[in-house]
């Protein structure tokens, strides 16, 4: 028996990085898990195949987090096929970094629709049936970069921080129906996403990173499990860093 046996998790983002790990992760402690991707088909089809032959029931879904009526037909299907929603995991996510005098209104909108409006999108639609099973626990995906800000990233930081006041506010408002929602804040974590970045950036994070190293995947995962099962029943409302020490 795994911690999430009999649970149906939906993780948005789950074809590469952290998403990749999280459904991995859900699969091995006996979830049956249904993700998104936006792009990455090939990608998501092979890790769909990966759980399956883990033994459980698995779903990948080509389904833009930011498109309002692609949420709700995705929230529809996933509980057509799977039964319910016990856990959904708010984790799509993009960057457009630059710094304020070039951010354009594209890279704000774009960003602040992919990260924050995703997030209204999907626990919108899922409460529904959450409420009518009276449980469920949704996992939004912030950074320590919406708690401590960031240059460069005035954008990504605001829909970071955006989802830290959406989660508790959702914490306060169906607490008293069971369901419980909590952020994480994920701090440099091994991704196509800090890929990009330069070693200079790299070498000035690790800098102030008192564990000496940036994060996995598999550790972001392993919070989510927690927060995903019963191990954590009582808890809700809360921001969870997994970022060796550096929100601290
Ligand atoms: P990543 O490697 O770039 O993967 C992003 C995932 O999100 C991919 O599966 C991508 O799908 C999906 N996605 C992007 N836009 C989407 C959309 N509109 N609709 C549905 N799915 C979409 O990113 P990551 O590093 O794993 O980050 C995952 C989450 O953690 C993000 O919310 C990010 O902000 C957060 N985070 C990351 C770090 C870090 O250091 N990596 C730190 C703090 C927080 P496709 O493959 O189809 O493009």
Not at 59 to 87: C, P, R
Not at 98 to 113: G, H, K
Not at 161 to 184: D, H, L, P
Not at 226 to 237: A, K, P, R
Request: some cysteine.
């Amino acid at each position: 028996m795994g911690l999430l046996s009999e649970k149906v998790a939906l993780v948005t983002g789950g074809s590469r990085g952290i998403g990749a790990a999280i459904v991995r992760k859900f699969a091995a402690e006996g979830a049956n898990v249904a993700f998104t991707y936006r792009s990455s088909a090939e990608k998501a089809l092979a890790i769909q195949k990966e759980l399956e032959d883990m033994g459980v029931k698995a779903e990948a879904i080509q389904s833009d987090a930011a498109d309002y009526g692609q949420a709700e037909a995705l929230i529809k299907q996933v509980v057509e096929n799977f039964g319910k929603i016990d856990i959904l995991i708010n984790n799509a996510g993009i960057t457009k970094d630059t710094l304020m005098l070039r951010m354009n209104e594209e890279q704000w909108d774009q960003v602040i629709d992919v990260n924050l409006k995703s997030v209204f999108n999907l626990t919108k639609h899922a409460l529904r049936p959450m409420l009518k099973n009276r449980s469920g626990s949704i996992i939004n995906m912030s950074s320590v970069v919406g708690v401590f800000g960031n240059a460069g990233q005035a954008n990504y930081a605001a829909s970071k921080a955006g989802i830290i006041g959406f989660t508790k506010s959702i914490a306060k408002e169906v607490g008293s129906r069971s369901i419980r929602c909590n952020a994480i804040a994920p701090g440099f974590i091994e991704t196509e996403m800090t890929e990009v970045l330069d070693d200079k950036t790299k070498e000035g994070f690790l800098t102030n990173i008192p564990l000496k190293r940036l994060g996995k995947g598999d550790e972001v995962a392993n919070a989510c499990v927690f927060l995903g099962s019963d191990m954590s029943t009582y808890v809700s409302g809360q921001v969870l860093s997994v970022c060796g020490a550096l929100n601290t």
